[in-house]
């Protein structure tokens, strides 16, 4: 295996340093080092964080590889600066048995650029009737520990009771997309001035605020442990204030995209800002944004969510829902929080590691720590072009914007997957 000499490079925002890495771990870290064998990396003015890790991705493979793979997603996350991403069941035929997410795991593991973590889907088919296998999806090579049916809600409460309840047994987590299906019928944008304006049907905040509150309500009377995916709202935000205060197991995700844009966007009728949740106020932004300083919102997720151009590229009601993370997040991140290293590296690599069990992720380049980490120039600024984009779909909502930061390189356990920029495979 390889050394690399990462020299004069800030960790996780502290002054600069030197980190050697060999044999795929941290072998030293400190001024001075000396290791003729190792490839020099010159860190100067680069800034090392632990390897990106992400809870909420979709890969679409199997089912829409003219979407995402596996690959294409797992290289687009590198270049973000992920070392790991959890892989969300939506996928066509559902990952709701052991044999798909065992063939997702091994697609990721075949490509290697990060660690694919599969996610089971919590019913069958995602049809909210019957429970999936999720012991079967846990025993399984995969050793599936985080459970969701995303893109739909278990809505339910008999099942989402019975899923919280089945998971206990293993320390699992149900990871719920909150929104009450009967108060989003038709739902085309967030609910309020502009979708009055626009004529377009409204997604109310409610719809999601009630089902948090259901779910804590039920995750604090079984006692197991509830993660909320694309937090979006104020309201929310209340509702798992005080969930926490009173010790409930939950945790929340907020994306780049509810951090940074509202619902004006869709003035546009440009479907790149179709997303469910959807962009929601500036108030909200507001609450979001206080709310991950906080930690009352754990983490920052993407819900990368690649669609082929046909599924984006037509009337605002007939397009799908989602938008592109992986490449842009840490650069949103960055914009929205400023260079506040260490709360970046919690809210975006050591707190999702924990949650989601990843052994190896999340942990600061220390002696002995598997290398995972990425560095990251805080001072470059790059103009978005979709067409540069390694996702094989090309729905970016910054599309010619131009954000803060850039990721230089990328290591996963000591090997680089992303040198000057580039992806190394
Ligand atoms: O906007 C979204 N897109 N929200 C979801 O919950 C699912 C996702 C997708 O799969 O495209
Ligand atoms: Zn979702």
């Not at 991403?85 to 990952?95: G, L, Q, R």
């Not at 197991?224 to 945790?251: F, I």
């Not at 082929?308 to 829902?321: F, G, L, Q, S």
Request: proline share 6%; glycine share 8%; net charge negative.
């Amino acid at each position: 295996m390889s050394s690399y000499l990462i020299s004069n490079v800030s960790v996780v925002g502290a002054a600069p340093t030197d980190v050697l890495i060999r044999d795929g771990v941290v072998a030293a870290v400190g001024a001075g080092l000396d290791a003729p064998e190792a490839t020099v990396v010159d860190g100067t003015g680069l800034v090392a964080l632990p390897g990106l890790v992400d809870l909420h991705t979709h890969l679409r493979e199997p089912g829409r590889e003219d979407a995402e793979t596996v690959e294409s997603g797992s290289r687009a996350a590198a270049l973000g600066g992920y070392t790991a991403v959890c892989a969300m069941a939506n996928t066509s035929p559902v990952a709701d048995t052991a044999g798909v997410v065992e063939q997702v795991w091994r697609l990721g593991r075949e490509a290697g650029l990060v660690d694919v973590q599969p996610i089971g889907a919590v019913t069958v088919g995602l049809a909210g009737e019957h429970l999936a296998e999720l012991g079967a999806m846990a025993d399984s090579a995969a050793q599936v520990r985080i459970f969701s049916d995303d893109g739909h809600c278990v809505a339910d409460p008999r099942l989402m009771r019975r899923a919280l309840e089945y998971v206990k047994a293993f320390d699992g987590i149900i990871a719920q997309h909150a929104e009450e299906p009967r108060l989003t019928e038709g739902a085309q944008m967030h609910e309020g001035e502009v979708s009055t304006r626009l004529g377009l049907t409204g997604w109310p905040a409610v719809a999601e605020e009630a089902i948090i509150a259901r779910d804590v309500l039920l995750t604090e009377h079984v006692g197991s442990r509830l993660h909320v995916c694309h937090v979006s709202t104020a309201g929310s935000v209340e509702v798992l204030r005080q969930a926490k205060a009173r010790g409930v197991r939950v945790t929340a995700e907020v994306t780049p995209h509810h951090l940074l844009l509202t619902d004006s966007r869709a003035e546009t009728y440009d479907p790149v800002y179709k997303v469910n949740p959807p962009l929601r106020t500036e108030a909200d932004v507001a609450a979001l944004r206080a709310a991950l300083v906080e930690g009352v919102i754990d983490i920052v997720a993407t819900d990368h969510a690649p669609h082929a151009v046909e599924d984006k590229e037509c009337e605002w009601a007939y397009a799908r829902p989602g938008m592109l993370g992986l490449e842009t997040a840490l650069s949103i991140a960055l914009d929205v929080l400023g260079p506040q290293w260490d709360l970046i590296a919690e809210r975006m690599s050591r707190t999702p590691a924990r949650i989601a069990g990843l052994e190896g992720h999340g942990l600061d380049p220390a002696p002995g720590v598997p290398a995972n980490l990425t560095l990251v120039d805080p001072a470059a600024r790059r103009t978005i072009e979709p067409a540069e984009l390694a996702s094989r779909s090309r729905n970016t909502p910054y599309a010619r914007m131009t954000l803060p930061g850039r990721i230089v390189a990328t290591f996963l356990r000591g090997e680089p997957t992303v040198l000057d920029g580039k992806a190394v495979l």
